[in-house]
Nanobody, 124 residues
Framework: EVQLVESGGGLVQAGGSLRLSCAASGFTFDDYAIGWFRQAPGKEREGVSCISSNDGSTYYVDSVKGRFTISSDNAKNTVYLQMNSLKPEDTAIYYC?????????????????WGQGTQVTVSS
């Protein structure tokens, strides 16, 4: 059974930083991509970043480019999202998810397993 557990959310002032972690377990396939998504109240779930298992290719939505960095530690089966220069509009519940196949995607419906989410709140 695939399990994803996010951590690292919290309350931070605008301009601050947080690092989210996604601990993954239960994989039985080699080709996969892990994505970070976020959902603000009243808004649709949005793809933020993803990383591919085959070569570590990374992808970012325009609104976070230059501020967020996704990385993975294969020894710990953990994917991180370093978030710098946070803005109030980054406030949301952040989820990690995994999909079969190594191609990255921002579409939630392409992901098969999801974590429970972690709240990020950025105050102005």
């Amino acid at each position: 059974e695939v399990q994803l557990v996010e951590s690292g959310g919290g309350l931070v002032q605008a301009g601050g930083s947080l690092r989210l972690s996604c601990a993954a377990s239960g994989f039985t396939f080699d080709d996969y991509a892990i994505g970070w998504f976020r959902q603000a109240p009243g808004k649709e779930r949005e793809g933020v970043s993803c990383i591919s298992s085959n070569d570590g290719s990374t992808y970012y939505v325009d609104s976070v480019k230059g501020r967020f960095t996704i990385s993975s530690d294969n020894a710990k089966n953990t994917v991180y999202l370093q978030m710098n220069s946070l803005k109030p509009e980054d406030t949301a519940i952040y989820y990690c998810a995994v999909k079969r196949g190594y191609s990255g995607s921002y579409y939630p419906w392409e992901y098969d397993w999801w974590g429970q989410g972690t709240q990020v709140t950025v105050s102005s």
